[in-house]
């Protein structure tokens, strides 16, 4: 069974860069999947942020690509997610993802709430 | 840019009935790359359908999606008290790919 457990600050002050780390269990990184990052705000909807393949290649929201770096670490058989210059707005739980075909998400992480504020 | 556009935004039913979720594109789905998720509180959201029409691994038949186009559809054939919550829609075949909807809370009536 694949399992994925998030990992890192829950509070991030204003400017800061939030940076989130992505365990997998159950499954090689190496073997294939994309593998990525999704966020959803207190009581909103669900946004994709980007995805990796083992490989190194990257997609990224358009709306966040500017601030945004996904990479993978198949060594350790984890991914991460750092996201620079954040505000109140990039407040939200982050979810780390196994990813069919770049965007199409079929497990999850139990996600970790980041809070930005100073 | 495509918006989707999920209605309606609360769905109040009683167990045993039936559910009709609708996603609207602003703009045409490329190949029918559109799925539908659930997500109860305090949980990760779960894949229900891909392809507009197909169940995820697991997913009870009662659950099933159609459309193409603009216009897409899950429906519950008869909700169990299990599925009660909010689903969502997202698309992943037309730029900027990976956009979801806004959600339809389905409720206990």
Known sequence: ?118 | EIVLTQSPGTLSLSPGERATLSCRASQSVSSSYLAWYQQKPGQAPRLLIYGASSRATGIPDRFSGSGSGTDFTLTISRLEPEDFAVYYCQQYGSSPRGTFGGGTKVEIK
């Not at chain 1, 497990?107 to 930005?116: C, K, R």
């Open chain 1, 1 to 118: 069974q694949v399992q994925l457990q998030e990992s890192g600050p829950g509070l991030v002050k204003p400017s800061e860069t939030l940076s989130l780390t992505c365990a997998v269990s159950g499954y090689s990184i190496s073997s294939g999947y994309y593998w990525g990052w999704i966020r959803q705000p207190p009581g909103k909807g669900l946004e994709w942020i980007g995805s990796i393949y083992h490989s190194g290649s990257t997609y990224y929201n358009p709306s966040l690509k500017s601030r945004v770096t996904i990479s993978v670490d198949t060594s350790k058989n984890q991914f991460s997610l750092k996201l620079s210059s954040v505000t109140a707005a990039d407040t939200a739980v982050y979810y780390c993802a196994r990813l069919v075909d770049r965007y199409l998400t079929d497990y999850w992480g139990q996600g970790t709430l980041v809070t930005v504020s100073s």
